[in-house]
Each structure stands twice: as C-alpha cells, then as structure tokens.
C-alpha cells in the first residue's frame, strides 16, 4: 500500500533518522526522554473488540477498511490531543484495531519525563472516556514500544499499520492458513507448521538445495531448471539459507507456485507472516515448517542448522 503524500514528505524533511540503532522493546540502555521515534502498541484488557470493526472492500474503499465504534473515535481524539500535554511529541500515525492500537509518534525533543509517563497520561484520559461510556477498565497493563531506526524502518512501519485492516480480514477469512499446528510428525521429528497443511501430501516435492559458491550464471540457470519443475506441477522445498535458494524460491513465490519453506525459528503464540509471505499463506501457496521452538532473541544461523534444515528437506520429499 503506497505512502500518502503527507508522510512522504515528512520522511523527506528528516534525512537524521538514521542514528536511531535500538529496535528493542524497553531497551536498558536507551534513554526514553531523548529525541527518538516509536511505534507504540496498547491492547484493550481482556482483547475485547471495543474500538470498531473491520469491514469488507465497498465503493468508497478498495480494501477492507477499519470503521470506528463511539469509543474508537473519542480515542483517536483521545490520541490527538497528546501534544497539547508533551509539545515534544509529533504524532504520525495512528491505526486502531478492533482490540488493540498502533501508534508512530516522533519525539522532537527532551522529554520532561520517561517517555511511559506520556503513553500513561494517554491512557488515563482514555481510561475516563471509558467510564463515561460504562467500558472500564480497557487498558491491559504497561504497553510496547519498539524504536525505529532508519527511513527504511520507518518507511515499512507506516505500511504495517496501514495495511492491518486487511491483514486481520484475510486471516478471518482464511483462519486455516494462520493457526500453528504443533506435532506434525515428520520421519522421527515432530515440527510446526503453519500455512498449507497439505503440501505436504503432494507426490512430487523437489528439494531446492544450492551452493553458496554458485556464480551468478549458476544461480541463474538453477532458477530457470527449478522453475520448469515447478511449471510440471513439483512444490518446491527448501529453507532458502544460501543466494542461490533464495533466488529460486524468490522467482517461485513470485510466480505463485507452491513451496514448503523450512524456518530456523519457531511461531510465536501471535505471530504471523508479514509482507508478501503473508499473502502466500493466505492463497494457500506456502506450508511454513519450523523444527525447533520460537526464540525472541536475534540469532544467526550455524553450521549445523542448516544442514539438519536441508537434511529435514530431503526428508520432506520422501513422503
């Protein structure tokens, strides 16, 4: 979903977002009253769906489209008047959902205090709007933060909160798709996978496997053989780890055919794919298969990993 023209322009006139580095949630070590810009996410306590609905593509909106309930408006007004309080606070955007809220803010300069004291004085006028209309308590405790660094981060965050109303309505509609199923047995290993369950059962699966000294030719010849594969009707397996993996199964997901891609990390309880792979797992074109447990932590793949991902391949195409 493209950019409106206000946000490109606000990106336009700050060339200094990229000395911002942390992307942690409360990060120890990062002072939270210092000029910096959050992507802010509140939850409504219990995730009872009291900031409005989610509606279906209309003639005046060409996706689905977040409509507002009384509670949600008062909110966002709710939300707007934060720079009355903390003149230091530009906001940039702001997208509800049924239970919970996105919220980019930029912090122009010195804070009097923490910046939780800003998202808490937020919350308490919400919280009185709430008792007017009989809805407290609505706030789960405390909230995240997450410090973007760079145009490009930014860039994709102002894209994210656009683009939920669409992504919560697609997982509705394809709820399949989107629920992690633990213990699917795979030779002696049990894995979880989320997307196509039944790729698995296709007759003819080709593991995808390229060496990382593959020359750009090499890489170019394998794309166009795994292609006429797939072409043929093969779903193609891989855990796309090396240049050459990646850009085969880059061209095969663009394309639209079907692939199983193996995952060094695991799902957590509310994750779900982002960006193209989303759409994937929507149309039933990927089956995500994940060997070990979800890890928070950013970690970089061994050795080793990556030959028991590659060998769980081979495997996934023997059954």
């Given at each position: 979903?493209?950019?409106?023209?206000?946000?490109?322009?606000?990106?336009?006139?700050?060339?200094?977002l990229?000395?911002?580095?942390?992307m942690?949630?409360?990060?120890?070590?990062?002072?939270?009253?210092?000029?910096?810009?959050?992507?802010?996410?509140?939850?409504?306590?219990?995730?009872?769906?009291?900031?409005?609905?989610?509606?279906?593509?209309d003639?005046?909106?060409?996706?689905?489209?977040?409509?507002?309930?009384?509670?949600?408006?008062?909110?966002?007004?709710?939300?707007?008047?934060?720079?009355?309080?903390?003149?230091?606070?530009?906001?940039?955007?702001?997208q509800?959902?049924?239970?919970?809220?996105?919220?980019i803010?930029?912090?122009?300069?010195?804070l009097?205090?923490?910046?939780?004291?800003?998202?808490?004085?937020?919350?308490?006028?919400?919280?009185?709007?709430?008792?007017?209309?009989?809805?407290?308590?609505?706030?789960?405790?405390?909230?995240?933060?997450?410090?973007?660094?760079?145009?490009?981060?930014?860039?994709?965050?102002?894209?994210?909160?656009?683009?939920?109303?669409?992504?919560?309505?697609?997982?509705?509609?394809?709820?399949?798709?989107?629920?992690?199923?633990?213990?699917?047995?795979?030779?002696?290993?049990?894995?979880?996978?989320?997307?196509?369950?039944?790729?698995?059962?296709?007759?003819?699966?080709?593991?995808?496997?390229?060496?990382?000294?593959?020359?750009?030719?090499?890489?170019?010849?394998?794309?166009?053989?795994?292609?006429?594969?797939?072409?043929?009707?093969?779903?193609?397996?891989?855990?796309?780890?090396?240049?050459?993996?990646r850009?085969?199964?880059?061209?095969?997901?663009?394309?639209?055919?079907?692939?199983?891609?193996?995952?060094?990390?695991?799902?957590?309880?509310?994750?779900?794919?982002?960006?193209?792979?989303?759409?994937?797992?929507?149309?039933?074109?990927?089956?995500?298969?994940?060997?070990?447990?979800?890890?928070?932590?950013?970690?970089?793949?061994?050795?080793?990993?990556?030959?028991?991902?590659?060998?769980?391949?081979?495997?996934?195409?023997?059954?």
């Open positions: 979903m493209p950019l409106s023209e206000n946000k490109k322009r606000w990106l336009a006139d700050h060339p200094e990229g000395r911002h580095q942390s942690k949630r409360r990060h120890d070590h990062h002072d939270y009253q210092s000029p910096c810009i959050y992507m802010i996410t509140l939850a409504i306590k219990g995730r009872r769906p009291l900031l409005g609905t989610v509606c279906p593509p003639d005046s909106h060409s996706q689905p489209w977040f409509n507002p309930s009384p509670l949600g408006e008062r909110i966002q007004a709710c939300w707007r008047e934060m720079p009355q309080f903390y003149p230091q606070v530009r906001l940039l955007s702001l509800l959902m049924p239970d919970h809220l996105h919220g803010i930029h912090v122009t300069d010195q009097p205090r923490h910046l939780g004291h800003v998202i808490n004085g937020f919350k308490v006028g919400c919280n009185r709007v709430a008792r007017e209309m009989s809805l407290s308590p609505l706030w789960e405790e405390g909230y995240n933060d997450r410090i973007l660094q760079g145009r490009g981060q930014l860039n994709a965050m102002f894209k994210y909160l656009e683009d939920n109303p669409r992504r919560l309505w697609t997982k509705r509609h394809h709820p399949e798709f989107f629920k992690a199923q633990q213990d699917i047995i795979i030779g002696d290993q049990s894995v979880t996978v989320m997307g196509n369950r039944f790729l698995l059962d296709s007759p003819n699966k080709v593991v995808v496997r390229c060496s990382r000294k593959m020359t750009p030719d090499e890489i170019e010849h394998a794309t166009t053989r795994f292609m006429m594969m797939a072409q043929r009707g093969a779903v193609l397996v891989s855990p796309r780890i090396s240049p050459g993996e850009a085969v199964m880059d061209m095969i997901q663009e394309a639209g055919f079907p692939f199983i891609q193996l995952l060094e990390n695991g799902f957590s309880p509310m994750w779900k794919p982002g960006g193209e792979m989303f759409n994937a797992c929507a149309s039933g074109q990927v089956l995500l298969v994940a060997p070990w447990p979800y890890h928070s932590d950013r970690r970089t793949i061994t050795r080793d990993q990556c030959n028991r991902l590659n060998d769980l391949a081979a495997l996934i195409c023997t059954m």
